[in-house]
């Protein structure tokens, strides 16, 4: 048996959505319950479905996310990267809790 993290206080939010968010993306709020994809620095959840002009985000639990640049685990300042994917900063990030890292795949099991 292995273990699993889907589902660990999942806390999804509906915002309204900017332009170019899309599915699986970091985002941040840039205006009154409104979401923008970010390429860069802190990120307040993961985007984890748009319709009709709206975006449910992921804002606590478990999130499994493409990452760029080197990851291990351990609490981490992650910050939002080009392609939808997140990578450590320690200037412009925020901690979070990374609990898996799938480096043959690029992508990391994290904790928001």
């Given at each position: 048996?292995?273990?699993?993290?889907?589902?660990?206080?999942?806390?999804?939010?509906?915002f309204?959505?900017a332009?170019?968010?899309?599915?699986?993306?970091?985002?941040?709020?840039?205006?009154?319950?409104?979401?923008?994809a970010?390429t860069s620095?802190?990120?307040?959840?993961?985007c984890?479905?748009?319709?009709?002009?709206?975006?449910?985000?992921?804002?606590?639990?478990?999130?499994?996310?493409?990452?760029?640049?080197?990851?291990?685990?351990?609490?981490?300042?992650?910050?939002?990267a080009?392609?939808?994917?997140?990578?450590?900063d320690t200037?412009?990030?925020?901690?979070?809790?990374?609990?898996?890292?799938?480096?043959?795949?690029?992508?990391?099991?994290?904790?928001?």
């Amino acid at each position: 048996m292995s273990t699993s993290f889907n589902g660990f206080k999942e806390e999804i939010a509906t915002f309204e959505a900017a332009s170019g968010v899309s599915a699986g993306s970091p985002v941040a709020v840039t205006a009154n319950g409104k979401v923008s994809a970010v390429t860069s620095g802190a990120f307040c959840g993961i985007c984890t479905n748009v319709r009709g002009g709206y975006a449910a985000v992921q804002l606590g639990g478990y999130v499994y996310v493409p990452y760029s640049g080197t990851l291990t685990v351990g609490y981490k300042m992650l910050a939002a990267a080009s392609g939808g994917k997140v990578t450590v900063d320690t200037t412009n990030g925020r901690e979070y809790l990374v609990v898996e890292v799938d480096s043959a795949n690029g992508c990391a099991g994290i904790l928001l």
